[in-house]
C-alpha cells in the first residue's frame, strides 16, 4: 500500500520561501508520478505542479511557474516542492498525490493516492 507524507509546511510572510516534501512508500516507484496540489478555505483543491519519477517529465500550475520548483529528491524516496515569493493567495493545505499510470496529469481524479497534507499559511 502506498504511503505519501507531507512535511515542510509553515508559516511565512509574503515574498518568503518554504520547501514541501514528500516522502514515498510502499511501492516501485520507478513508472510513477507525483502531483502537487493545494486547497484553500472554501474553495475546490486545484493543481500546483507535477512530475515524474525519473525526474524527466514537470508540469506547473499557471500560477506556480516561476516561483515553484518541483524536483526528485534522489537520496530519499520523495519529491520537494520548492516555494519562492510566496503571496498570501498561496495560503492552503498542500497534498501530495501519486498514480501509477502514463504521463502526469492535472486533475485531482488522475491520482489514485494521497497524503494527509501540511498547510501553508502566508501572511501580507
Known amino acids: 500500500q502506498v504511503q505519501l507524507v507531507e512535511s515542510g509546511g509553515g508559516s511565512v510572510q509574503a515574498g518568503g520561501s518554504l520547501r514541501l516534501s514528500c516522502a514515498a512508500s510502499g511501492r516501485t516507484f520507478s513508472n510513477y508520478a507525483i502531483g502537487w496540489f493545494r486547497q484553500a478555505p472554501g474553495k475546490e483543491r486545484e493543481f500546483v505542479a507535477a512530475i515524474r519519477w525519473s525526474g524527466l517529465s514537470k508540469d506547473y500550475a499557471d500560477s506556480a511557474k516561476g516561483r515553484f520548483t518541483i524536483s526528485r529528491d534522489n537520496s530519499k524516496n520523495a519529491v520537494a516542492l520548492q516555494m519562492n515569493g510566496l503571496k498570501p493567495e498561496d495560503t492552503a493545505v498542500y497534498y501530495c498525490?501519486?498514480?501509477?499510470?502514463?504521463?502526469?496529469?492535472?486533475?485531482?481524479?488522475?491520482?489514485?493516492?494521497w497524503g494527509q497534507g501540511t498547510q501553508v499559511t502566508v501572511s501580507s
Open positions: 498525490a501519486g498514480h501509477g499510470g502514463y504521463g502526469l496529469g492535472k486533475s485531482l481524479y488522475d491520482y489514485d493516492d
